[in-house]
């Protein structure tokens, strides 16, 4: 079974929607979802095949100031025994 890459970036909070919203306008790139409220910290779960078209969109939402501290991580959910 193949997984997703897997990042987590911090969102401004004031501009949670505006993220959201231009993130789901490129469809099947990424799912998002909130890891931790409090500090607007967000995970995403790509497809290898959209690696590069992410980048430069986390790329771009960073110059504009709407995300900081994008990471890749190890997958949470290819980890046994991890939390769901």
Known sequence: MAF????QARVVKKET???????RFHEHMAFDRTLDVATGVFEFFVPEAYQERFLMFMQRMEREGVVSEVVQLPNRLSVPGALF
């Open 4 to 7: 997703c890459l897997y990042f």
């Open 17 to 23: 929607w505006f993220f959201v919203a231009t993130l």
